[in-house]
T-cell receptor
């Protein structure tokens, strides 16, 4: 079975600090996409960052970057210079190339405090 | 920007009622999805559709059905609502295949 594990149900970080959210996954597929989604309190789920498994270079989007370790099946999200608006639930997900089904982890609730 | 809208943000229904949740996307996406979100369980796929009138079961289809008569609209139907269907329901769409999915704001359904 293909699974995604987020081992940190809750995390907190002080404003302007850096935090890393962990994600591991299990699949026998070689080609797939990986995603981090953000769901702010009572607001819409939005895409934070996307990584293609065949690309060795880690994806970055402004203050958000990933550490993709394909052999270890690890896909962590680093948030630099944390802001109050980063407070949200973060979901890690992956989808093999040959399917339409996105597989989600159980989420990490991140609280950024002043 | 992709826009995915859902007909209601909050809905309260009684056990046994038939419930319709509507989702509309404006980007001509082929794929549309219905998920259920529960604390500690993440998002679980109920049904998805890859074309008009086409549908496939997800991981938890029991108690649900779907309808896709037009490309932009995907409906989730609870034939006879039960209290264990109280949850947050999220709709999503993607262009095709393994492309990025874009989500609607969600409908929080309470079944009394």
């Amino acid at each position: 079975a293909q699974t995604v594990t987020q081992s940190q149900p809750e995390m907190s970080v002080q404003e302007a600090e850096t935090v890393t959210l962990s994600c591991t996954y299990d699949t026998s597929e070689n080609n797939y996409y990986l995603f981090w989604y953000k769901q702010p309190p009572s607001r819409q789920m939005i895409l934070v960052i996307r990584q293609e498994a065949y690309k060795q270079q880690n994806a970055t989007e402004n203050r958000f970057s990933v550490n993709f370790q394909k052999a270890a099946k690890s896909f962590s999200l680093k948030i630099s210079d944390s802001q109050l608006g980063d407070t949200a639930m973060y979901f890690c997900a992956f989808i093999p190339y040959n399917t339409d089904k996105l597989i989600f982890g159980t989420g990490t609730r991140l609280q950024v405090f002043p | 920007d992709v826009k995915v809208t859902q007909s209601s943000r909050y809905l309260v229904k009684r056990t046994g009622e038939k419930v319709f949740l509507e989702c509309v996307q404006d980007m001509d996406h082929e794929n549309m999805f219905w998920y259920r979100q529960d604390p500690g369980l993440g998002l679980r796929l109920i049904y998805f559709s890859y074309d008009v009138k086409m549908k496939e079961k997800g991981d938890i289809p029991e108690g649900y059905s779907v309808s896709r008569e037009k490309k932009e609209r995907f409906s989730l139907i609870l034939e006879s609502a039960s209290t264990n269907q109280t949850s947050m329901y999220l709709c999503a769409s993607s262009l095709r295949g393994a492309d990025t999915q874009y989500f609607g704001p969600g409908t929080r359904l309470t079944v009394l």
